[in-house]
């Protein structure tokens, strides 16, 4: 799961919501997207399975080292190419949908000279 779009996106969740929340669960990960709760606890255990997070008994998610530098990775991405599509005039709720599009499948030679710019 951990190459894919979907897994990327709830990695990402998982690092901006710990930025704002003591503890974060499957709840609200499920309310960041408006998911259900069984949706996104099917996706915490494949990306518990691939060692990309901790799940502990109180049903507290973090991050793996590796979970970690994925979602760092996309939400670096996710700020550069939403600041640079607002920059050329895409209005901002225009470029956050096409920045998480576009996070995923951007090649590295042109994220690099995006970041350039």
């Not at 669960?25 to 949706?39: L, M, Q, T």
Request: negative net charge.
């Amino acid at each position: 799961m951990s190459n894919t779009a979907s897994a990327q996106d709830y990695l990402e969740s998982i690092l901006v919501l710990a930025a704002s929340k003591p503890a974060v669960r499957s709840k609200d990960i499920a309310e960041y997207f408006g998911f259900s709760k069984p949706s996104v606890s099917v996706a915490m255990k494949k990306l518990k399975e691939d060692g990309q997070i901790i799940v502990d008994t109180s049903g507290y998610i973090t991050l793996t080292a590796e979970g970690k530098k994925i979602a760092d990775a996309v939400y670096n991405r996710h700020k550069v190419l939403l600041s640079w599509l607002k920059s050329i005039g895409v209005p901002e709720d225009i470029a956050e949908k096409d920045a998480c599009i576009m996070e995923h499948i951007i090649s590295e030679e042109t994220f690099e000279a995006i970041k350039r710019l």
